[in-house]
């Protein structure tokens, strides 16, 4: 059976985290903008994160902005050993709680300071390069901006470089100026056009990260998903991240949730082993 400890993936020599991790964007505000209702509730849960034994927290300090960090910060410091922070920048909000791209060099380097006061790190683990919009790349050149981020590596603020939001020759190009050793884009059952970019990437041994795990299903994906999870007397976001953990052992998890409950619910469901039959009922969701 599987269990947190035995399902780890090494991003690095020095970086061994649980395959399930834990994405910290709902414990901001309505549409990640200002404080939660309940930051006791926010709080417990991190917590909670710990207690189970997941060592991968996702996070961003535009996720707020600042407030997200600030309570990873309140729950959990001073982090335990095997805890690992991965971040994200590249981005900012504006008033209107829009998500405009902040990619020129010294907006990086502001954003990784920004990240270290927040969370009350001298060093971030994983900063993760965020090019793209919403949940596809934008194509061009990220020369400049993965350069910048080098830079911090080099100036030892940052540990080990990522990317998010970002196409095949984006990595190549970021490989070119440094290693990198997760990537983290839009993908789940219905939606795979990294199906062979997680492949190549598996082959190298860096990380993949999917978010939006029932994001951008038509009903008919949908029904067939809540079929399955129903036949499996399961949650169809459970099943979401059992098929993600089989689909490849690069998969990295990152779910997000406001609720203890819903966190336990998730790490149990995403931990259990899909029979054939419900596999090939899902992988026929995609097309």
């Given at each position: 059976?599987?269990?947190?400890?035995?399902?780890?993936?090494?991003?690095?020599?020095?970086?061994?985290?649980?395959?399930?991790?834990?994405?910290?964007?709902?414990?901001?505000?309505?549409?990640?903008?200002?404080?939660?209702?309940?930051?006791?509730?926010?709080?417990?849960?991190?917590?909670?994160?710990?207690?189970?034994?997941i060592t991968h927290i996702?996070?961003a300090d535009y996720y707020?902005?600042?407030?997200?960090?600030?309570?990873?910060?309140?729950?959990?410091?001073?982090?335990?050993?095997?805890?690992?922070?991965?971040?994200?920048?590249?981005?900012?909000?504006?008033?209107?709680?829009?998500?405009?791209?902040?990619?020129?060099?010294?907006?990086?380097?502001?954003?990784?300071?920004?990240?270290?006061?927040?969370?009350?790190?001298?060093?971030?683990?994983?900063?993760?390069?965020?090019?793209?919009?919403?949940?596809?790349?934008?194509?061009?050149?990220?020369?400049?901006?993965?350069?910048?981020?080098?830079?911090?590596?080099?100036?030892?603020?940052?540990?080990?470089?990522?990317?998010?939001?970002?196409?095949?020759?984006?990595?190549?190009?970021?490989?070119?100026?440094?290693?990198?050793?997760?990537?983290?884009?839009?993908?789940?059952?219905?939606?795979?056009?990294?199906?062979?970019?997680?492949d190549s990437l598996a082959?190298?041994?860096?990380?993949?990260?999917?978010?939006?795990?029932?994001?951008?299903?038509?009903?008919?994906?949908?029904?067939?998903?809540?079929?399955?999870?129903?036949?499996?007397?399961?949650?169809?976001?459970?099943?979401?991240?059992?098929?993600?953990?089989?689909?490849?052992?690069?998969?990295?998890?990152?779910?997000?949730?406001?609720?203890?409950?819903?966190?336990?619910?998730?790490?149990?469901?995403?931990?259990?082993?899909?029979?054939?039959?419900?596999?090939?009922?899902?992988?026929?969701?995609?097309?």
């Open positions: 059976m599987n269990t947190l400890s035995n399902t780890t993936f090494s991003l690095a020599d020095d970086l061994t985290v649980t395959r399930i991790g834990y994405g910290a964007m709902q414990l901001a505000g309505p549409h990640v903008f200002g404080p939660p209702t309940d930051r006791d509730a926010a709080v417990a849960i991190l917590r909670e994160v710990v207690e189970l034994g996702d996070t707020g902005p600042t407030i997200t960090n600030q309570i990873i910060k309140e729950a959990l410091h001073p982090y335990p050993d095997d805890l690992h922070i991965v971040t994200k920048v590249g981005a900012l909000r504006d008033a209107k709680g829009g998500w405009p791209h902040a990619l020129a060099p010294e907006q990086l380097r502001k954003a990784v300071y920004d990240n270290l006061t927040n969370l009350g790190l001298d060093a971030l683990d994983v900063v993760n390069l965020r090019v793209g919009g919403y949940n596809r790349p934008d194509p061009g050149s990220i020369a400049e901006s993965f350069t910048a981020l080098a830079q911090l590596q080099q100036e030892g603020v940052i540990k080990h470089l990522g990317l998010s939001t970002v196409n095949a020759e984006q990595i190549a190009e970021a490989q070119e100026i440094a290693p990198i050793v997760c990537v983290q884009n839009f993908y789940n059952i219905a939606n795979r056009d990294d199906d062979a970019l997680i082959a190298q041994r860096i990380a993949y990260v999917p978010y939006f795990p029932l994001g951008g299903f038509s009903p008919l994906q949908s029904d067939t998903l809540h079929s399955v999870a129903k036949r499996l007397s399961s949650t169809p976001i459970a099943v979401a991240l059992a098929w993600l953990l089989q689909r490849s052992p690069n998969i990295l998890l990152i779910p997000g949730t406001s609720s203890v409950a819903h966190l336990r619910e998730n790490v149990a469901g995403a931990l259990r082993a899909l029979p054939a039959d419900a596999l090939a009922e899902l992988n026929s969701i995609a097309g």
